[in-house]
């Protein structure tokens, strides 16, 4: 008997997909005797292939692996166009505004728009398979649509979250070579408009010549500018359109989009995910791990701009078939009731969302969830950093009323989908635990040398085998995908994946998920690159030298922390610290968005460095923390340093 577990309901048991233990393990078993078997089995019983694959798993070229060759589909139709025989008149996107205005749009009429979509791509703008398309959009249903439309005439998207500045936007645009961007006028926030279109104008300003034409949904009607030739109104346009358009006919490895994520160096990357794989996997996991059933209605809180938008709020959903709830407004707005009162509007059976979400609705309204019938709820999920004990029980307990099953979903924008993960109906769980590895996806966690960690310690979260849904390269960057995912480390001959995370294994055999190992923090679930930001803060025309961390943040999960050392001309400016420190956000905000700010800027006299030069960041964290210095700091130029940093945070009190 496992202690401190907490078993699947009966009920929910019965009816799952997966309803044991013994189903999962013989599903696991199945994956590694027959690895290719198993994934050529699920892919011909779940794709509407318009041609079949001839051969399922390529590595000739590892890591550029190859899956499902020979086969052809088209990712709108399976999302789609294939339910509409047996679907026409379900709900596929259930949309809810900021102000509580619904728009329910059934799967026929979901086909028409992205057909409409897709012919004025083709038609206004020229668009054709392989052209990029960049969409900078609210959580709207165009935003849906959109990229469903770009699926199924075969153009790749790159979907750039709203909350990125004008300066990340135009990066992204011209690293993607896009030929059209679409966004919205804006959309509303907390009772009000926000705008986007500007921010689009801005990027566009220079640098972008590959952007040949900008398609604007009217979301919250307010005034914007448009220049003549370039801009065009989506509700205008898609009026003349037809509501027939051929799929493409795409090879299972054609590009299905782009999603550009933070490393630990350097510039955003654009992930590259394919079409076979992907679907089949996001399709897969949708009736696995939240066993989509067909009168369920699933809502998932996070934003289209993100990998868990794509697949969980679009892709995975629709693929399924299923009822998708897509919400434009926060959670705590107008009051920390908001989801739970959704929740028994729409009776929904499904609630994915991130820790940094639950934390902020339990400290603002704790007592909110008992106003409302939530027994509509049999699974909740978690995503986008390791959640806490006591966040977690007060989801299980309060909002599933301790008869739900959570899925604590560990996974990346990399992964495509999800990779650790209890199943709902056959996993005992443990609080705050990712618990296993899902059939077909084959794990390790392995210390410096390759090798596996014993029970309870801690090591480097990897992957061992290739996986449909995984990231293909990176876009005009394979060195960089090669050098960012693999290692030295080989297992049966093939390179090793490393996701980037800690994990430890328990003696039940349970992973858990300790956190990032490298420079990358994570701020309410969103990956920020400690590099970036540094570049930000760099501009200010004060800073010499700067070091940013990651500090342990009450709602967030992480914090951004940064350490600056001012220019010799500067110095001895406190007065001048805090108009520094907005400044230096303000930057921030410009360069990337206010997802970015730093939450503490402490000047300091200079960084502990190595004699060769390199920051010792490890330091700087656990100063941050507050934590004792373990760390060897005899090899630094200036040992004395660490007191004198010490000193200054903990007099600041910050
Ligand atoms: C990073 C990926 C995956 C969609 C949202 C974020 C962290 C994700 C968990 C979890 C602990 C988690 C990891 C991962 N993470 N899920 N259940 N438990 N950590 O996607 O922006 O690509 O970030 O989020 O550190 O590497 P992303």
Known sequence: MLKEVYYPSEALSKNATIKSMDEYRALAEEASRDYEGFWAKYAKEKIDWFAPFTRVLNEDNAPFYKWFEGGKLNVAHQCVGRHIATKKNKAAIIFEGDNGDQRIITYRELWYEINRAANMFKNQFGIQKGDRVVLYMPMISEAAISMLACAKIGAIHSVVFGGFSAEALRDRIIDAEAKLVITADGAFRKGSPYMLKPVVDKALEHGCECVKAVCIVERNGEDIEWIAGRDYAYNELIKNESNVCEDEMMDSEDPLFLLYTSGSTGKPKGVQHSTAGYILWAQMTMEWVFDIKDNDTYW?????????????????????????????????????????????????????????????????????????????????????????????????????????????????????????????????????????????????????????????????????????????????????????????????GKPVYFTGDGAMIDEDGYVTITGRTDDVINVSGHRMGTAEVEAAVKKHSHVAAVAVVGKPHPIKGEGIFAYIVLKETIKDTTAEEMDIAQDINKIIKEEIGAIAVCDSIVIVPDLPKTRSGKIMRRILRSIAKGEAITQDTSTLEDPSIVKKIEDIVNSDDI
């Open 300 to 492: 998932c809180t996070a934003d289209v701009g993100w990998i868990t938008g794509h697949t969980y709020i679009v892709y995975g959903p629709l693929a399924a078939g299923a009822t998708t709830v897509m919400f434009e407004g926060v959670p705590t707005f107008p009051d920390a009731g908001r989801c739970w009162r959704m929740v028994e509007e729409y009776q929904i059976n499904q609630f994915y969302t991130a820790p940094t979400a639950i934390r902020l609705l339990h400290k603002m309204g704790a007592d909110e969830p008992k106003k409302y019938d939530l027994s509509s709820l049999r699974i909740l999920g978690t995503v986008g950093e390791p959640i806490d004990p006591p966040a977690w029980k007060w989801y299980y307990e309060e909002i599933g009323g301790s008869k739900c099953s959570i899925v604590d979903t560990y996974w990346q924008t990399e992964t495509g989908g999800h990779m650790i993960s209890p199943l709902p109906g056959a996993t005992p769980i443990k609080p705050a635990c990712a618990t296993f590895p899902l059939p077909g996806i084959i794990t390790e966690v392995i210390d410096e040398e390759g090798n596996p960690t014993p029970i309870g310690e801690k090591g480097f979260m990897c992957v061992t085998k290739p996986w449909p849904s995984m990231i293909r390269t990176i876009w005009g960057d394979p060195d960089r995908f090669v050098k960012s995912y693999f290692g030295d480390c080989k297992k049966d």
